[in-house]
């Protein structure tokens, strides 16, 4: 689907879309309509429960007097509430309601409203960002839909004087719109489609956009000692990749310290000889998430050209069960040295981070590391899909995160760290084990990622098990594969990172 902006005397097509505020009062090209319709607009609020809340929709088909097909009015709710987060789920709700109506297109019409403080580009664009997240979909492996059932939306003109202002605000959030589909695309395809060495095909694309790509395979990490890793991807005929994508986008200081983001890129998790069930194994076709997030992320800074230093790391491997794999009881080293006895093949996702960020550190020197992890089940039992869990060894990053999260309804939410916790992954034979028991299995696996932090570089963990696939609509997500993440590093760096 295509957004754009035109003028008010630009021609109007298909679908009209106008606002209302809370109680019921309309904007003032929804005013025009009503007159023009022979107070079709009035009289049919006043046929409906329609109050103008936030999201809330009427919609008028084949309105007389009007070349509309169909009049849309729009609920904005208290217009003193309306902020850019408010502006990207009408935006959605818009996507909503005409996506499959049978209409291919639709005029939005924006006034100015008395009490909104968002200027009304700021508006405009936001509305078509929100639009245009919601309008995701993943459908290339259905050959036999029918016209009808597909979506009919084609394109969506939002409609307003400041057209330059509105493009140009908008541009940016294109680039992190297409982040989010970059990730949203990794995420969906299935296993056999997206496995290591694919993975990395799909990432030469950020070249393009002025990324570099350092891509290791076997040879090179066996090399350089990275047993855990290793250990994991031992099972699979899928052999492992580790892949860093730089963006050097910091203004004169080319070797000035990057900001990292690591991630987990299970392409499938069994479990390994630890077996899953059969029931939602499916699901881990998604355990890539991770890393789906960081290249997202990538994809959005250099698209936008972020005046920021970033590298992107993801650990690629495929945990499966073979007469290959590690067994319950090995013990593997890992690139920093230490050692970690594998209790459970199934809690793989720390052993690949584990190489990964210490990696990272070695390589390219980071002041900041976030890692980004499809890591446990327990913070699903903590948090429901509504937050992602955060770790953090710094409290200024954490409520960097924190704030960001409010900013980009990604919400996180701080976990605690501590030695009590910690205690509870040492091992009889090696330096750790990869499980910790039941209790706070969260907490647990982020200790073990701790052990590979060094003492200088503030570091941050995200657990994002619960937040990373959605089986339900939201305003500017459909349902599958969210790219949760995106938006909320984009942000954070933009706020805190740029152009310092
Ligand atoms: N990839 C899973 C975690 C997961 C579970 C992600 C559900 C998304 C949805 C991870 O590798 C895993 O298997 N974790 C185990 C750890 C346990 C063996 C300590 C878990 O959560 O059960
Ligand atoms: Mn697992
Ligand atoms: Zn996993």
Known sequence: MRVTFASPDQ???????????????????AGDLDKATGGGLKRALKNSKFKGRRGQTLTVLGPRGVKASRIVILGIGKPNKLDTLAAQSLGGAIYRILGGSGDKSASVLLDTIKGVKLGGAEFAANLAFGCHLRSYRFDKYRTKEKDDDKPSLKSVAVMLRDVAGA??????????????????????EPANVIYPISFVSRLRALTKLGVKLQVLDEKQMKK??????LGV??????????????????????????????????????????????????????????????????HALAARKAKVNAVGIVGLVENMPSSTAQRPGDVVKTMSGQTIEVINTDAEGRLVLADAMWWCQKMFKPHTIIDLATLTGAIIISLGYHHAGLFANNDKLAEQLTEAGKDTNEAVWRMPLGDAYDKQVRSQIADMKNVGGRDAGSITAAQILQRFIQKDVAWAHLDIAGVTWSNSDSATVPRGGTGFGVRLLDTLVSKHYEGK
């Open 11 to 29: 021609k109007r097509t298909g679908a009209y879309v106008v606002f209302a505020m809370d109680g019921g009062k309309l904007s003032a090209s």
């Open 167 to 188: 493009r140009r605000r908008f541009s940016p959030l294109r680039n992190i719109a297409d982040g989010v589909f970059f990730t949203r695309d990794l995420v969906s």
């Open 224 to 229: 350089l000692g990275m047993g855990a890793l």
């Open 233 to 298: 991807a031992q099972g699979s005929a899928n052999a492992p990749r580790l892949v860093a994508m730089r963006w050097n986008g910091a203004p004169r200081a080319k070797d000035k310290r990057p900001i990292a983001f690591v991630g987990k890129g299970v392409t499938f998790d069994t479990g390994g000889i630890s077996i899953k069930p059969a029931g939602g194994m499916e699901d881990m076709k998604w355990d890539m998430g991770g890393a789906g997030v960081v290249s997202g992320v990538m």
